[in-house]
């Protein structure tokens, strides 16, 4: 106990024998050594005695030897820990300044990081979230141009797509009646996103037809905007800025007038470019004619071609066809349909000049029905033919032929021309509209049957078997007005129609015998997975003539956009307004209307977390 007490009062500061000078960081470090050694000194026989050395004695640390003391061995530090070598000062701050550096480097790198974020953030623009996108656009008043559909396509680069149409402006009296009197014909492209007009170019004559095409699929071309005309005119103007690439020589159809839109062919002329069949109407006889077109210059591929066009009915076609074992036929018709080989086609407007090797193959259950006919001319229906669809089918045996007629739906095979299945059905005015109502995979399709008397009943037609999968009645005092469909991501499709209210207008909304109102118009979503209802989108007190959905991949959303007329007074020119609505939004806001009392209830919650969970997805069938 002394000894221990006299080594806590001694000073630091000791002399050492072995060191000629005075340390007192070394002679700190001896000290601790030496109290670890006096507190826990092994033994031979691995026990360890506190302060006591072999036989019990306390070591007496004041005693000194005489002369200089033997060098000492590295003490061993307590529980196998190493004991600090010389030098360890130095290694302390080597390791210091590199846990400086480090620091230093982590936070360099770290304040880097956050600048380059925020750049990125201020700089980049983020795509325009399309979620919440709706307008309403009113073109000028007096305008025309109802006989063009709409076409959707994202001509800025925004990643939204853009709406193409053809407008009649009012007419321009100028003085004296000169060239510049008459109404005024513009294509139109306003932005996806809010409505805004991106470009206009004006336009020959009035337009029946707008479509944007890539002529040169998989070479990254510039996407063209083909426009037909009412009459004799056809060009082709470049989407992003409405230039005119190329137009049509009026010369080229004399005494012809153009009676369908633009069909796109394969390339017939070798300079890499999908080409253009036209059909086109004797001004004097009925006699068809087709003209083929290159869809680079726009000038006539060979000399026109003339075939009987005696028949009536309404236009069929024209319509190019591959059968399944890729032969190439041309569907066309009054009435009716008929084929003729593309390579007839060709080989006639060439003067007998021999196809490209990709025309040389014919069906032979196709050509089979031509035998003993003297004409080049395939019977492939009889009349009352009202619309002719190309149906895609997924079973390796090809596309199907849906043919609407007056007494009702047939769906003919590809191949074999043979009828899968027949529904007899009257008052059918409109295109059947395709869409995956079942889950069998097999296109079903959406029909408006009117009888005239205010009423309108919709079909849903299974694509497999022809059966009716869903119907109801709706008022309706329109004849015709369009449906849509739009792919989900569960494979499936909703389907969307216009009718008046299915239920009982609500007191004071202006209906009465002092005056009737504007009929309003709703907007109606039918989703297979709840028939029994349906959803009340939108409404409007116009006339929708043209409508198209798109799909907006970024946010697996899908917009409606319709054209409608306005009311106004009869026989006078109405204005004309164009409308987007985003279907997602709609969904979580819109009306549900019960179809059948009797029907199982749905209830509001489970409804409307199934809504906010449903994504749209741009693989819709294509007919």
């Not at 000492?72 to 130095?90: D, H, I, K, M």
């Not at 699929?217 to 060009?235: D, F, I, K, N, Y």
């Not at 596309?399 to 899968?420: D, E, I, K, M, N």
């Not at 109606?524 to 043209?546: E, K, Q, R, W």
Request: aromatic share 4%; hydrophobic share 40%.
């Amino acid at each position: 106990m002394a000894t221990v007490l006299s080594r806590a009062l001694k000073l630091p500061g000791k002399k050492s024998p072995d060191l000629g000078e005075y340390d007192p960081l070394t002679q700190a470090d001896s000290e601790e050594s030496e109290d670890d050694l006096v507190l826990a000194t092994p033994q031979k026989n691995g026990g360890v005695k506190n302060g006591q050395g072999p036989r019990g004695e306390a070591p007496d640390s004041d005693a000194e030897g005489v002369g200089p003391a033997p060098p000492r061995a590295p003490e061993a530090s307590v529980q196998g820990f190493p004991a600090e070598p010389p030098g360890g000062l130095e290694q302390k701050a080597a390791s210091s300044l590199v846990a400086c550096v480090r620091t230093a480097v982590f936070l360099l790198t770290l304040l880097v990081s956050a600048v380059l974020v925020l750049l990125c953030a201020f700089l980049i623009p983020c795509p325009p979230r399309d979620l919440h996108s709706a307008w309403s656009r009113r073109l000028a008043s007096g305008a025309g141009g109802d006989l063009a559909p709409l076409d959707l396509m994202d001509v800025n680069g925004d990643g939204l797509r853009d709406v193409l149409l053809a407008v009649v402006g009012p007419e321009n009296h100028s003085v004296g009646g000169g060239p510049g009197s008459g109404p005024s014909a513009h294509l139109l492209c306003l932005s996806g996103v809010n409505g805004s007009t991106l470009w206009s170019t004006p336009l020959p004559e009035e337009a029946q037809h707008v479509a944007c095409v890539d002529l040169e699929p998989g070479r990254g071309a510039e996407a063209l905007c083909l426009v037909t005309g009412t009459h004799q005119a056809l060009g082709a103007y470049s989407a992003s800025s409405g230039r005119a690439v190329w137009t049509l020589h009026p010369e080229v159809l004399a005494n012809v007038t153009l009676a369908a839109p633009a069909t796109l062919l394969p390339d017939l002329d070798g300079d890499g470019v999908r080409d253009l069949l036209l059909l086109a109407v004797g001004d004097v006889q009925p006699d068809l004619c087709f003209l083929l077109v290159s869809g680079r210059t726009g000038a006539p591929v060979g000399r026109p071609v003339r075939y009987d066009g005696a028949g009536v009915g309404s236009l069929i076609g024209p319509q190019v066809y591959t059968t399944p074992g890729g032969a190439l036929y041309v569907l066309f018709g009054f009435g009716k349909v008929q084929a003729v080989a593309l390579r007839d086609v060709l080989a006639q407007a060439q003067d007998g000049r021999p196809p490209p090797p990709a025309l040389q193959t014919l069906e032979p259950a196709w050509e089979a029905r031509r035998a003993g006919n003297a004409s080049e001319l395939i019977p492939v229906h009889g009349d009352g033919v009202e619309q002719l669809q190309v149906v895609k089918a997924p079973d390796p045996n090809g596309s199907s032929l849906l043919v609407t007629t007056r007494q009702g739906l047939v769906l003919l095979g590809g191949q074999s021309l043979v009828p899968r299945w027949t529904l007899r059905l009257q008052g059918l005015h409109s295109q059947p509209t395709p869409g995956y109502f079942t889950e069998d995979q097999s296109l079903d399709f959406l029909l408006q049957s009117s009888d005239g008397g205010g009423v309108r009943k919709m079909l849903l037609v299974d694509g497999d078997s022809g059966s009716i999968s869903w119907n109801y009645s709706a008022p309706c005092h329109v004849k015709e007005m369009p449906t849509a469909s739009a792919m989900t991501s569960e494979l499936t499709s909703v389907f969307l129609f216009w009718a008046e209210a299915l239920a009982a207008p609500p007191p004071g909304s202006g209906a009465g015998p002092g005056g009737e109102a504007p009929r309003l118009h709703h907007l109606y979503l039918l989703h297979p997975t709840f028939p029994s209802i349906v959803l009340d989108l939108a409404n409007t007190t116009g006339t929708v003539t043209a409508s198209m959905v798109g799909i907006n991949d970024l946010w697996k959303d899908a917009f409606y956009v319709a054209r409608m007329a306005e009311p106004g007074p009869e026989g006078l020119p109405r204005a004309l307004v164009v409308s987007k609505l985003s279907l997602r939004r709609a969904l979580l806001e819109a009306r549900v209307v019960p179809l059948r009392e009797a029907g199982p209830g749905v209830g509001r919650g489970e409804l409307r977390r199934f809504l906010a969970r449903v994504k749209f997805v741009d693989s819709a069938p294509r007919v």
